[in-house]
């Protein structure tokens, strides 16, 4: 099947996953209880759409029509939250934009002018076999924005999609290679394959490694995951079985996390066994006198951090502290060394540090002795989950990372960002509320728990506000008095707690997903800016499967010929001087044109041009990209060979 058909689609669902949900439905379900402010799951529906998993299935997802609701509402209200951001707002718009272009053929469209809804959804995949769920709502509204052939009778027969045979099926439309394969569904159950998670979520994943193909983990049993909605929020929970010896550490660490705005705790050893590419790092590691344990504790309304590498000898430690300042250079941090202290500084967050070794640790703290307790913030649902649960690794904080995240990327000329793309990446940054992961190793498996909460956890009233707020954030006005009235104004909301977190607990976070965002977003908007080279290959593709679909039901191409449209090049339109055709011109209205489903509605860099006959045609999309006189052609040619329509597409040489 048309690969890009379905990933427009996937991508829908990732953004939305990614996002978290928006908004605050009271739903009534036969699910576990869920944590505070978490959506109980519709479990139901869920072992609805697992009894449809067919003979063969090694792995399978699906997605409740609750989930699907929530997902496409967060998708919704992220657009319209960023909107807002003189930086970085246009091209998530322009991304989504682009998906519904290719889902819809406007990026304007619904998903209900594509024949579609948020519903319930699911994959089953096994060798040579993948059956897919879909949430249609309009069969033939569907089919034909998949440019597919619609079945001759509606009642009995089967919808042919590219590669793929679709029909309803057990009150489903599902798609499969085969009708056989189609028949299958719910010849093997998976209904109670998530278990072992033990908790439920409106998104479930579930694989057999003891049937799939072969895994770097080497695991065998059942996998599962689940993910768990809630209002601008999200949780994961995992369970993976382990392939190699049960070997499992009990030294499970437990905190004080009183007044804490964030924690960490970690025992490495029983990590670095997990993989044969980790054999003998234990030793290593123990070789030098360190124990394995590491944890911290970031009190709430304060700046200090109580933070401890537990040690079996001080020897290593001691002659590493006297001598931090002749550590290779690094740009993030600079070392200086006296008195059996090492003084950390942060380049990136502007604060330091003192490390010193006490009672076989290394400490590191603002000043050395003890560190006060934090103020007395209510925890949230995930803190006390990490902070009372058994763990071997846990990373745990929340706040208001507005000020961090600012300073924080200001002190990152070294990266390869734009101002406008630092700007966007600290509003990103700016959104994140709470974020938390655990990871338990047992002697059979290995469980995680991870969430991420955001600022639209909130209520609406209280995110445009907050919206407002950081108006000035990447001009470099921001005004943290701002947040501290919003905070009084709404003194019982998640945002007026995270406010008197402080952005403490959220460094760890902040440093990671800022680290992550460094790379994803210049990533990104490369990948926006390459829509230069993408767009030809989305209209011309989208030629090629409605050619294809009047070949397989008239026996002939679309015949006609198109003058080059628009007559002028886009350089010379130069279209609000971004070198680009207006869109949405005249000459789409040609008769020729409209037969293929051609019409560029949106400012674009290439002319087209379409020549066909009953067996034969080839279009072009050509354009002088950077507009210095080299013009780069895109050209598709169909012909039929056998009794079937045999399609190339034929891309420049000379193409960045």
Known sequence: MERRFWLGRASLALVAVAATTACKKNATSTG??????????????????????????????????????????????????????????????????AIMQELTGSPTGTLADAGLAPGPAAMFMGHDQMVFVLPVI??????????????????????????????????????????????????????????????????????????APPNPFLAKGTGAAVVQMGAGQAIVRATMPRGRDGTVFDRKIKLDTTGAAGFLLMDIMPLLKLSPASEGNAEQVAAVGVDGRVTAVLPAGSMNLDARVWLTDETFANQAIGKCDQAPRNPLVTFTAANGVCMVTSTML????????????????????????????????????????????????????????????????????????????????????????????????????????TVLSNSPALVAEFNQALGGLDRGQFDNATLATLAQKYPGSDFAHDYRSGPIGLLAPVSVLGSLASVAIPAYLDYMSKSKTTESELHLHRLRKVNTMKFNEDGAFVVGTTPLVPALSCCEINFQNKKKCVGGEPEWQDPTWQALGVAVLDPHYYQYQYTGTATSFKAIAVADLDCDGTTVTYTMEGRVENGAPIVTLNRPLNMD
Request: hydrophobic fraction near 50%; charge should be neutral; glycine fraction near 10%.
């Open 32 to 97: 576990v209880a869920a944590p505070a402010g978490i959506t109980p799951a519709d479990v139901a529906d869920a072992d609805r759409l697992w009894a449809l998993a067919p003979k063969g299935t090694f792995a399978g997802a699906v997605l409740t029509k609750q989930g699907a609701t929530m997902a496409w509402t967060a998708v919704q209200t992220l657009l319209a939250h960023t909107q807002a951001w003189p930086s970085g707002g246009a091209q998530l718009s322009t991304g989504y934009r």
């Open 350 to 453: 502007g604060a330091s540090a003192q490390a010193w070794v006490q009672d076989k640790q290394v400490r590191l703290a603002i000043t050395q002795g003890v560190v006060a307790p934090g103020l007395d913030v209510p925890r949230s649902a995930l803190g006390a989950e990490l902070a009372d649960g058994s763990w071997h690794v846990a990373l745990w904080g929340r706040g208001v990372a507005v000020d961090t995240a600012a300073s924080a990327f200001k002190q990152l000329p070294m990266l390869p960002m734009s101002p406008t793309q630092i700007a966007l990446a600290v509003r990103i940054v700016s959104l994140i509320s709470e974020f938390g992961v655990g990871v338990d190793v047992r002697s059979d498996d290995i469980r995680v728990v991870a969430g991420l909460r």
């Open 138 to 211: 309009d069969r033939s509204k569907f089919v034909a924005a998949a440019h597919g052939k619609p079945a001759a009778d509606p009642q009995t027969g089967v919808d042919i999609i590219d590669a793929l045979q679709c029909a309803p099926r057990k009150g489903y439309y599902a798609c499969a290679s085969s009708v056989a394969l189609l028949d299958q569904l719910g010849s093997e159950s998976w209904v109670g394959r998530v278990a072992n998670v033990g908790a439920r979520g409106d998104l479930e994943f579930v694989a057999d490694f003891s049937q």
